[in-house]
């Protein structure tokens, strides 16, 4: 039987989905690469995927086997006696433990380095979401100050970021009655002071008509606000000015990881908010069908999120293996490679077990 146009459509947003989440992990371990080769240590293998290889290429001059592997959801950066109490000139543990650490926050960096990348050209070529003034209330105290077309950049100071709904909504959310705010106005960067006032609300309809809501009593309703409708959505800003607001929004999206985490340890949000690899790749699928614009926004948060997962001090992550090389740098004497080996593969089993469990139970509750 011939799939349907629309089940190979699918099925290649998959593939296109597990590319890229590859291509993350392959950037990971060609970070603990570059920075093993500058620092000297010897490295057996570099390996893209997991399993039995189905390609090996062995460097005549470094004698690294670089190999690809039929499942691709992983890859590997293999230092000589990586895990294990060899006192070799070039092993893994014979270097110096800022060395060691040095190499095992690379994977992180070059992955926060890729999604600066990766944000910088987002926002050059396809804009950075970010809400453009709709219209001006009739009645409110920023007729003459705000203009129609007028892209917010920052408000009081901070540069506007969104990647969340509660972004835009907590960015005026406070009890302030008067906000200072940056906008792009005909290419130009315009500091403006707007204030709140009481103006009738309503709505505008696609033929710029104001329809005011009424009260029970059938008076025109009013509230304090700032005056104005916005249109969210993406807004080219430019090399220059995308690369410094790249920054900022790096910053912005890893303390939106951390407080989901934090949420999720505190039970603030539920289970079936987290989910293991299916689900990264059912959402960076979903992402890709979206389009381009949302499915590179989807990259850059999933890279930092690899990132920001590996450097936590859990079993068999770098952030867990840093710590190891901390105490024995500290202490000036390591822990046993075979304890360290022990807890890091009890680590790895459970977090392999917790990666199944979430994504099992995010389909029984949610689906995928």
């Not at 893994?92 to 990348?117: C, D, M, Y």
């Not at 969210?232 to 430019?238: A, C």
């Not at 710590?323 to 080996?341: A, L, M, N, R, Y």
């Not at 199944?356 to 689906?367: E, N, S």
């Amino acid at each position: 039987m011939l799939l349907s146009a629309t089940v190979l459509q699918s099925i290649g947003y998959v593939c296109i989905a597990i590319l890229a989440l590859l291509g993350m992990v392959v950037v990971h371990e060609f970070g603990h690469y570059l920075a093993g080769r500058i620092l000297g240590f010897k490295i057996l293998e570099f390996s893209i995927g997991f399993g039995p290889a189905i390609f090996k290429h062995k460097g005549k001059k470094n004698g690294v086997i670089f190999s690809i592997r039929p499942f691709p959801l992983g890859g590997s950066c293999r230092f000589k006696d990586e895990d294990a109490d060899s006192v070799d000139g070039d092993s893994f543990n014979s270097k110096a433990p800022w060395k060691r650490l040095i190499v095992l926050f690379a994977g992180a960096f070059f992955n926060f380095i890729a999604a600066l990348i990766v944000i910088t050209l987002i926002f050059t070529f396809y804009g950075q979401v970010l809400p453009r003034i709709d219209k001006v209330n009739y009645d409110s105290s920023n007729i003459g100050v705000l203009q129609e077309g007028d892209i917010i950049l920052s408000v009081n100071g901070k540069q506007l970021n969104i990647l969340m709904q509660s972004d835009w909504s907590n960015a005026f959310g406070g009890n302030d009655d008067s906000a200072n705010i940056k906008v792009l106005r005909d290419g130009k960067t315009v500091a403006l002071s707007i204030k709140k006032s009481y103006c009738v609300v309503g709505n505008y309809d696609e033929n710029g008509v104001f329809t005011p809501e009424l009260n029970e009593n059938g008076t025109t309703k009013t509230a304090w606000l700032f005056g104005f409708s916005s249109i969210m959505g993406p807004q080219r800003l430019g090399f220059f000015r995308s690369l410094g607001r790249s920054f900022s929004f790096m910053f912005h999206m890893v303390g939106t990881i951390l407080s989901v985490l934090g949420s999720l340890i505190t039970g603030q949000i539920g289970l079936e908010n987290a989910g293991g690899p299916i689900t990264t790749i059912s959402v960076m699928s979903t992402a890709a069908e979206a389009g381009f614009g949302v499915f590179a926004y989807v990259i850059c948060l999933i890279s930092a999120n690899l990132a920001v997962m590996n450097l936590l001090p859990l079993p068999a992550l770098d952030g867990a293996r840093m710590v190891f090389c901390t105490i024995e740098w500290i202490f000036k004497k390591p822990i046993k490679k075979s304890i360290e080996g022990a807890i890091h593969a009890t680590g790895f089993l459970l977090l392999l077990a917790f990666a199944i469990f979430a994504d099992v139970f995010r389909l029984l509750t949610v689906g995928l």
